[in-house]
């Protein structure tokens, strides 16, 4: 029988070491795996993803309005049930309108 040559002796190292490497990556890619799945699973089951309108607790309302101002009956309506909803504690309204000034576009 012949005994490994030095080179083979280096090949056969390093490939041992790029194993344990790679071995210890994928470790710490399941580890991580698991941990985010165990967050995910804890949360969803003690509500912290919950929708909050769903579940009818006290919330403050967005309200977008774009484009021109002008009376519109839909968002009048939308305000009204915001305005009646107990669970509605505040409204921001978000407004993102421009304003034409000779010819060219201006934000207000």
């Not at 012949?2 to 002796?9: D, G, I, L």
């Not at 967005?62 to 305005?83: F, H, K």
């Not at 505040?90 to 060219?104: A, E």
Request: charged share 20%.
């Amino acid at each position: 029988m012949t005994t490994p040559s030095e080179f083979e002796q280096i090949d056969q190292m390093m490939s041992k070491r790029a194993l344990k490497k790679s071995r210890r990556t994928w470790r710490f890619i399941a580890f991580a795996a698991l941990v985010i799945a165990v967050v995910a699973i804890l949360g969803r089951s003690l509500g912290g993803f919950s929708n909050p309108a769903a579940n009818d607790a006290p919330h403050i309302a967005r309200v977008v309005i774009e484009g021109v101002i002008t009376s519109d009956p839909q968002r009048r309506q939308i305000l009204n049930d915001l305005a009646s909803d107990e669970n509605v504690t505040g409204v921001v309204v978000q407004i993102n309108s421009w304003r034409h000034h000779c010819g060219r576009r201006r934000a207000l």
